[in-house]
């Protein structure tokens, strides 16, 4: 008797607690809390039901490396060489993201141009990087022009000669690709047909992921520094960095690589790589993306090897010009390939009070940031709070990229 009642009880609570369960993204429930009508009820007139699918999270992106976000103290705090005070140090809050582990690769780069051939070949021909950013009057470096981008022991090499434009259309066909995989991998019969057909798949589907882009350089210098791996107790932090590694100097202090350079830079004039028999940093231009250890995110090469293309049109930042959450200045094409967002280039700075027809400047609407130091960099570019900017058709050497996506579904 008295195990019977303690069944009814048992019973009663749970359905109690069934009933008082709130629904979230992962397990809404069987009924809209809104109308009380229910979800995918699988009846004879299906076009006229709302359809709410098993949600598991956002899906896995290739090479991607979750970013956690949080507060953080964006600018150089490096001694101003040129005096620029282009990047005045400032406290800023950057969403959870996702960024590449590597940059992107001669590989990557050949696969692309491999699959964009039936776009046509002005398309293909806009695609090629520009093979001569290796030529030089008085070097011989011909050998780069003909064999870094093709040869096979290039292959995992970062891609360079690639502009601001041509980084973006990358950006764009690698969600398309992406995005297709994971449709035909996990998708509905129809979402498979759409994938195969090259038509957009719902957002609302939960199998695709949102659009690779290139990071904000409030993002890449927050993944750059990596502080997450400087946390001790609550909220706080030993010491900030100065490179993407704990320290003040560029090598090694610990273990059997004590002493070894922890980039790919110019260590002076004219020394690329230091004397044979023990290279400083094994690499007179550059270097295997998975070179040199990760910094605390488990992101290679956020300091040197090449320098890499951001979102942002420059600026010199101050604290009256930017937003203290996710800070971005661009005209937002292709940030989220949304019209309406405000196009905010010119906001509180506009390119005509730089002078750049009458040659007062170099500045305009048209040149972008580009961070980290490259291998043929002095070790000052090599800290996150430095910045350069080029015109965003341009290309050299020494420019590379990685890519970069948010975080959906979260607010943190």
Known sequence: MMLGALLVASAGMLGACNKN???TSFDPGKESTATGMAYNTGGKNKDN?????????????????YIEGGRHIMGSQEEEVLLSRDNIERTVTVASFYMDETEVANVHWLEYLHYVRDSGEQYYQEALPDTM????????????IDHYLRYPGFRFFPVVGVTWKQAQNYCIWRTQAVNAGLAKKNGTKEEKSQAESGERIPL???VVLPGYRLPTEAEWEFAAKALVGTQYLDEMQDYGRIYPWDGHAVRNPYGRQMGEMLANFKRGRGDYAGIAGKLNDGAMITEWVYAYPPNDYGLY????NVNEWVEDVYRVYNYQDMNDLNPVRTDG?????NPRRPKNVEFLDEAKQYDKPNFQSLIDNHVRVYKGGSWKDVAYWLSPGTRRFLEEDSATATIGFRCAMIRAGGNY
């Open 21 to 23: 369960k709130k629904p």
């Open 333 to 337: 094409r292709y940030l989220t390939q």
């Open 301 to 304: 090469n956020m300091a040197g």
């Open 133 to 144: 950013v290796w030529a030089a009057e008085l070097a011989f470096n011909d050998p780069y």
């Open 204 to 206: 609302e589907s939960g």
């Open 49 to 65: 039901e709302f359809t709410v699918r098993d949600f598991k999270g956002q899906p896995d992106g290739p090479n991607l490396v």
